[in-house]
């Protein structure tokens, strides 16, 4: 509940490609090259889509779901009921960006995609079946708006997509660590993005995300987080 009502002067966009995540699925889960045709829709890979402040260095938002426009939409309208104003958006190509924030921000934002072009993709085997091809053309797309040039880019969310692959065990890629059912996977998400927004202090702001966004004085303790998560949870069971 603290990060709404926000002054965003940017935003990027980034969705986690499937090899980095989960095996989706209110029971038992399963990866996506195992996924028959007939199964439960919820099975197989999911996807993460972070929305950061680039300057405060803030995941505002986060979305765990399919890779779908339904999943998109969804993640720009929560971006969208934390944020005030009109921030520059940059994000990848996935293509349902466009229409979801054309949809909830309407035409007088400013979007930009960043589309890079990769040529000699690696074989698919255990060494480098996660290796992209080599990248031959970055392209700023102005897609509505305008956005100035030198403000386009997902460097910054791309690092920390790093920083998410690296401080959760469930991204590890090839491990069996993932997770087995969405609902696990969804908590160790919002665990890290809570702890990287109030706890973790960054290494060039001298202070957490939070902090820089004015919404804390101070760095929590892991064991603040938890009081105010268990408080939470027992207000949203307590009955009228």
Not at 35 to 47: A, E, L, Q
Not at 219 to 227: C, G, H
């Amino acid at each position: 509940m603290m990060f709404r009502d926000l002054t965003i002067n940017q935003l990027q966009f980034e969705t986690s490609t499937s090899f980095n995540l989960t095996s989706c699925g209110p029971t038992s889960g399963k990866k996506q090259m195992r996924v028959k045709r007939d199964d439960d829709p919820t099975k197989g890979d999911c996807y993460t889509f972070l929305a950061l402040d680039p300057l405060d260095k803030a995941i505002i938002s986060y979305r765990v779901g399919k890779r779908t426009g339904e999943t998109t939409i969804d993640f720009v309208r929560d971006v969208r009921a934390r944020v005030l104003g009109m921030p520059f958006i940059t994000s990848d190509a996935f293509p349902t960006y466009e229409p979801s924030i054309r949809a909830v921000f309407g035409p007088g934002v400013h979007y930009t995609q960043i589309v890079k072009t990769y040529v000699n993709e690696p074989p698919v085997n255990a060494a480098r079946r996660y290796s992209p091809g080599a990248i031959v053309k970055v392209a700023k797309e102005r897609v509505f708006g305008a956005m100035p040039d030198f403000m386009a880019s997902t460097s910054h969310v791309e690092r920390v997509n790093l920083s998410v692959r690296m401080g959760s065990r469930r991204f590890t890629r090839l491990t069996n660590g993932y997770s087995k059912r969405v609902e696990n996977h969804e908590a160790a998400v919002a665990l890290f993005v809570a702890h990287y927004n109030l706890c973790r202090v960054h290494e060039s702001l001298k202070m957490t995300p939070a902090m820089a966004l004015g919404l804390t004085d101070r760095p929590w303790s892991v064991a603040e987080l938890i009081d105010v998560a268990v408080a939470m949870i027992e207000n949203a069971v307590r009955p009228n």
